[in-house]
């Protein structure tokens, strides 16, 4: 299957909430290029983010050109409608050329599999018709309603002209290789020709820290995905350029090196989404400023804790918060920049780091949205020290690890 615009090898998703960071972003890819590594930017920021802050889908696109623009980018790069479903894609049509489709609310509903099954006699063998039944049963309606939505976004943008990606992560249990080359098989039979699949990996991955779980069982099942989208782009109608996602894949630093070295193995490339660490590098950035951004992230502390149940209610299953090793607000208002910014910042090294409110704070941007014009002022007038670690952040923590070592 062909597609005029085809997908780079190694991309990352990145992003912010609040659009002010595209420029800190870049240059981390073109510190990689600067290696002859080519890491492509996909920018996003999904319906939900954009409801909370108030901005709209073509702020992403206008931040992404500028910052291509002022920093003479030739490489490709790309806008993503993150997590968008048939209800919510339209506000998204203009601005972007990439799209996530999430599908993750469909899985589970009833779908007869008969016609896949007489349809698909060849996977019948090592997997028991009883098997393939079953799967494809829980995947087709799935399926079918990813087809609906890229139907929608093909009759604007036209064939070839944006790139597909389904999501089926946020859902309960991880899909195994063998259900995940059943759900291949049925996205070629929908004619999608996606070049990105999301989906759930074994372990947590909670917004912001590090992976959870066993990393050889993980290392394992990632190379078994790798093997078996090889297997499905050879014998079925799917583009050459399909490659694994792995969403909320920033800071999960112990499983970069079993990614790279899966990747070499297969001469496979990845989609790893980064979004949400930029906000955070923002916030240690007006911390790390001190003044008025040390006391910016105070307050975005303070009321975050305030509000904890109701900010963390929407991302209940991709965070784990012992409250109890979350500091009070009293306790945070009397740090300096340097307390603040070793209890934030992701160094597993120091005993200062404290993930609980790394989480937190993660959620917290809806308590910056709330700040209004006056958070935006502080973005630029401390935008020295939080692009330095921005960029430092993506290159260093994200980029080195993952596709240079």
Known sequence: MSTKLILSKNTLGVGDRFAHQAKAQLAACVLASERNVEVIPVWNKSNREHNIIGSEPSSVRAAADN??????????????????????????????????????????????????????????????????????????????????IYRKILAVKGEGNFIPEVSMDETDSPQTPAELLIILVAIADEGIPIQ?????????????????????????????????????????????????????????????????????????????????????????????????????AKYIYTHAYEQKEALCQPYATVIDINNEKLPSPEAVNHWTSEQYVSALRHDQSNPEYNPNLRQLLHVGFKVAAKMGPKYLHLLEEFEPSIARNVTENLFERHIKPLFIA
């Open 67 to 148: 910052a291509v623009k002022t920093l003479h980018w030739t490489r490709p790069y790309h806008v993503d409608a993150d997590h968008i479903n048939f209800d919510t894609v339209d506000r998204f049509l203009a601005p972007s050329d990439f799209y996530t489709i999430d599908v993750a609310d469909w899985i589970g509903k009833p779908s007869f599999a008969d016609a896949f099954i007489d349809r698909h006699p060849e996977l019948i063998g090592d997997l028991t018709k009883d098997y393939v039944a079953t799967t494809a049963a829980k995947y087709l309606t799935a399926v079918k309603e990813a087809g609906r």
């Open 196 to 296: 990105t699949i999301a989906p759930k990996f074994t372990g947590r991955f909670n917004k912001g820290v590090d992976y959870v779980g066993d990393v050889e069982k993980f290392t394992q099942e990632f190379s078994d995905d790798l093997a078996t989208i090889a297997y499905a782009v050879k014998h079925y109608p799917l583009p050459s350029s399909l490659k694994l996602s792995v969403h909320s894949g920033s800071d999960k630093f112990s499983i970069y090196s079993p990614i790279r070295e899966s990747l070499k193995k297969f001469n496979a490339g990845v989609h790893v989404k980064t979004a949400g660490t930029n906000w955070l590098e923002e916030v240690i950035g007006l911390a790390e400023a001190g003044g008025a951004g040390l006391e910016a």
